[in-house]
């Protein structure tokens, strides 16, 4: 089963229009949780992270996520997109294998920001 | 720049050619990995270096070689590739493994190496 789940393979949005991208994870997995993005012909950048304390955790470039136990959910969104925000963003969390704990990924949400 | 690069940025090989990824970073980190991005598909974790001692293999085929001859420095010898192959090869490094306690938990990744094999 997989760990992380992104059920979204592609979201176009309109400029200035709110979006939200969803995440999913499996509830047996530890509950560290992470956003990164991805710019064409780039690296992954982290954008923010839950490993403690409170649900609503806000990250870089306005993005926000909310972490809700009971859906096991981690979805991110932003207020007000820019086209600057278009790129492709991964939901990520911690599993335990072998001799140390790993970050795994979902497949990845393509955010298109439409002027 | 992240503080990990990774060179060449892209790479076209036959299959029968042999190559290297090379992977760097003067963060001071511990821990350094290699994943593979292909299109429409998670991230796939290869390799994970720990104080330069390899710690996880996951199940990637043996044309694929890890090398790592110090904390800073990380390369993926390839050779007789498949056309599958074919994709986005990650670096990334940490300052430690992920363990309980005491972890940010953050990773530093590359560029990335755009791998095409003919």
């Known amino acids: 089963a997989q760990s992380v789940t992104q059920l979204d393979s592609q979201v176009p949005v309109f400029e200035e229009a709110p979006v939200e991208l969803r995440c999913n994870y499996s509830s047996s997995v530890s509950v560290y949780l992470f956003w990164y993005v991805q710019y064409p012909n780039q690296g992954l950048q982290l954008l923010l992270k839950?490993?403690?304390?409170?649900?609503l955790v806000k990250g870089i470039n306005g993005f926000e996520a909310e972490f809700n136990k009971s859906q096991t959910s981690f979805h991110l969104r932003k207020p007000s997109v820019h086209i600057s925000d278009t790129a492709e963003y991964f939901c990520a969390v911690i599993i335990s294998s072998g001799s140390a704990r790993q970050l795994t990924f979902g497949s990845g949400t393509q955010l298109t920001v439409l002027p | 720049e992240t503080g990990v690069t990774q060179t060449p940025r892209h790479l076209v090989m036959g299959m029968t050619n042999k190559k290297s990824l090379k992977c760097e970073q003067h963060?001071?980190?511990?821990?350094m990995y290699w994943y593979k991005q292909s299109a429409k598909k998670p991230l796939e974790l290869m390799f994970v270096y720990s104080l330069e001692e390899r710690v996880e293999n996951n199940s990637v085929p043996s044309r694929f070689s890890p090398e790592c001859p110090n904390s800073s420095h990380l390369f993926l010898h390839l050779h007789t590739l498949q056309p599958e192959d074919s994709a986005l090869y990650l670096c990334?490094?940490?300052?430690?493994?992920?363990?309980?306690?005491?972890?940010?938990?953050?990773?530093?990744f590359g560029s990335g190496t755009r791998l095409t094999v003919v």
């Open positions: 963060l001071g980190h511990n821990a």
């Open positions: 839950y490993l403690s304390g409170s649900t």
């Open positions: 990334a490094s940490s300052e430690r493994l992920l363990m309980t306690g005491g972890n940010t938990y953050g990773y530093t």
